[in-house]
């Protein structure tokens, strides 16, 4: 089975998820929103702190449950003088999840801009009991 991969999350992150406390999360990362977009709330999700471009079979990561998921966008405007100022967007992606266990991957798809990434993993013998 395949799953949605985010990468690029901080070790520390990863650590404090594993002491299995939810833990809500904010991404901006376009390749993990792009990731978001094919998933819902109740699904497995594979996080890791290798980055998008480095992701291989046989990296580590953890298997979280993701309990909720907003993507939103946000403007920002931001005043130099009173005569010139400046508008962006900036679109991110607030999840909670709650850890299930450790893993690591065994394919990975979607290293093309604008792809999910998605992983196969090995799934573990040994689940947390929760």
């Known amino acids: 089975m395949r ?3 985010l990468t690029g999350i901080s070790p520390l992150v990863i650590a404090e998820l594993k002491m299995g406390k939810a833990k809500t999360l904010e991404l901006s990362s376009a ?14 999700v594979f996080l890791t702190s290798v980055s998008q ?3 291989s079979p046989g990296d580590p990561g953890i298997m979280v449950d993701l309990l909720a998921l907003n993507i939103s966008m946000k403007r920002i405007v931001e005043f130099v003088n009173p005569t010139f100022f400046e508008e962006r967007e900036r679109m991110s992606a ?3 999840v709650q850890f299930r266990g450790t893993t690591i991957t065994r394919d990975v798809k979607g290293h093309s801009w ?3 990434t998605l ?3 090995i799934r573990s013998a040994c689940y947390r009991a929760g």
């Not at 390749?31 to 497995?44: A, M, R, S």
């Open 3 to 5: 799953y949605a991969a």
């Open 31 to 44: 390749h993990n929103i792009i990731t978001l977009t094919g998933t819902t709330p109740g699904e497995c």
């Open 53 to 55: 471009e480095d992701l």
């Open 94 to 96: 607030r999840i909670k």
């Open 114 to 116: 604008g792809d999910p």
């Open 119 to 121: 992983v196969e993993v």
